[in-house]
């Protein structure tokens, strides 16, 4: 029955973390490029340029997209390299295999 649970617990990660990357951060870039759209009256689309606010939102989602892409290729490169990351502090750090 253990072992049961335990496929259940992992499973259920496997999920969460599925659903946030796979569809969360197209979901993330998707706003992001509707946001530049955002014009007063709808002018953005004819040439007017967005609004600033569209523009700022756009901007922290391009960077939290482009931040999580850095993350996930670093983990990679890192696991290839046989190093690992860690979250022991605030920001990523690399260091060896224990």
């Known amino acids: 029955m253990d072992n049961v649970t335990l496929a259940f617990e992992a499973a259920w990660k496997v999920l969460v973390v ?3 990357l796979g569809a969360g951060l ?3 870039f998707a706003t992001g490029v509707r946001s530049l759209a955002y014009g007063p009256g709808g002018d953005a689309e004819v040439g007017a340029g967005a609004h600033r606010a569209g523009r700022v939102l756009a901007g922290i989602c391009f960077v939290v997209v482009a931040a999580a892409v850095v993350l996930g290729i670093t983990y ?3 696991t290839g390299f046989g190093k690992v990351l860690s979250f022991e502090h605030v ?3 690399l260091r060896d295999k224990k």
């Open 26 to 28: 197209p979901a993330l």
């Open 18 to 20: 599925g659903v946030l």
């Open 91 to 93: 920001y990523p750090t």
């Open 76 to 78: 990679i490169v890192a």
